[in-house]
């Protein structure tokens, strides 16, 4: 988990300080490779123009699982 948070924060700050990101950018990371084994894999850094429909803050019941049993 330190490696990847390591990778993340030291790849990411590199980019901010050669303007590869700009501000009000959306970062979007990806794996290349198998991401079961980081240390052959690359992660990749992409800016995106914040659209109008990305929300500021992710909805509470985002990615919770609802059952309904009757």
Known sequence: ??????ELEDTLSEQILFNELRPGQIVVVDCEGDPAKVEKSKLVFRGAEKG??????????LGTATTTEE
Do not use: G, K, L
Not at 1 to 6: A, C, F, P
Not at 52 to 61: E, G, I, K, R
């Open 1 to 6: 988990r330190r490696t990847i948070q390591r």
């Open 52 to 61: 109008v429909t990305v929300p500021d803050a992710v909805p509470a019941d």
